[in-house]
């Protein structure tokens, strides 16, 4: 061992969210050091689509048992959206961040009254958005195919470019102190006097002390919670997504459906990015998920039906990324009940939902109230009862 180091948080995962809190933390002024298993923001954060979700969202992905409850996630998108604005300026770099808006199109009558009924909710979290029947919609995006019979436009939907926010966040913490070690995977974590002691590194030679651990393991978060004697129920799933290759400008604007898993946009870059929580083939979570070939027809299919100029594209590539999917499909923020300073935050839209989730982790390793009420969405709901729990206490310390 090479000498045991000590920090006032230790952030488990270098993903968004964990590069997120590393930023909020350190900024304040705390000692933070990240460990991270492999390549800072490789996994979830490097595969997502970067959509800013800040209209109400399909509620169900491809193959998703639970709906999410789209009233409950309101209030948060329009937090999430409000921190989104500042954050080029906070972080002093560009992350590609566009909020050129976005379209949530319907194709049957049952669509258009869930559009309807959304709205309703939108408008009651104070979140602006605009029903408009389908020639009305045409006549704002022209490339909206005939079968779109009515959208809802929001002007506060975006896109950012995930392969330049999480190096974004990780570089800011660093000018304010904050060490990332790469390549480190967390093997054990241990009770230490008032806190935690927590060991890292293939030889398992990092070894830090510290108050606070904030798990932002991303899918892997269940198995680090267990190493601290946690047993949380998580469903990671693997979805996927497809890019076509570079065009010049075309489609301004982000277009998500209300009854089927779709997003598409036009990136920087010019490809034009293709998703929506359809299925990976497999989730392999000690290696690489891969991507279905049915999912792959599915979604363009889908997406070439509401945006026919797709279909005379050349698809340039596709993959597979991990979610840390709960199994009620909510966020998953807090401190675990009965290990305190032991903090977890993952879950689905987590890319929405970085700048406030960094911010809620700070004041939760401070022992403030958080920005917006989170009482329900922390990881007491997801706890198995005792019997599981002891079961979970003889393979803690033993998964990485
Ligand atoms: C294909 C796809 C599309 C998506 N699209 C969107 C979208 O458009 N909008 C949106 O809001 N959300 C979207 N999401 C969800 C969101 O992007 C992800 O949930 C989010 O990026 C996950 O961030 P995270 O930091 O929680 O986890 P991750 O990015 O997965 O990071 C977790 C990190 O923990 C590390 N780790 C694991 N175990 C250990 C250990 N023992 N020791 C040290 N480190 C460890 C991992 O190596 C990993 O780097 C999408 C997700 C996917 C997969």
Known sequence: MSGVLTADAVIVGAGVLGAAAAHHLARAGHRVVILERGAPGREGSGTTAGNLHIQAVHSQRPGQEVPLDNARFLPLQRAASERWE??????????ELRRSGGFTVAETPGQHAELVEKHAWETGAGIPTEVLDGDAARAALPQLGPTVIAATWCALDGYANPLKVTPAYLSSAARSGARTHPYSPVRRIDRHREGWRVTAGRDGGLV??????VDTAGPWLGRVAAMAGAALRMSPVAIQMHSTVRLP?????LVQHIGEGLSVK?????????GGGWPARTLDLEGRSLPSLASLHGNVRLAARVLPFLADLRLLRMWAGPLAATPDEMPLI???PGLPGFLVAGGTYAFTFAPLWGETLRCLAESKPPPVDIADLGPGRLMDHADHQADHQEERNTQC
Request: proline share 9%; net charge negative.
């Open 334 to 336: 807090g401190e675990v």
């Open 266 to 274: 036009q990136v920087a870059a010019g490809n034009l990015l293709i």
């Open 249 to 253: 400008p075309i489609l301004p604007h």
């Open 86 to 95: 500042t954050l080029e300026e906070e972080l002093g770099a560009s992350v």
């Open 208 to 213: 830090v002390d510290t108050p606070v651990v």
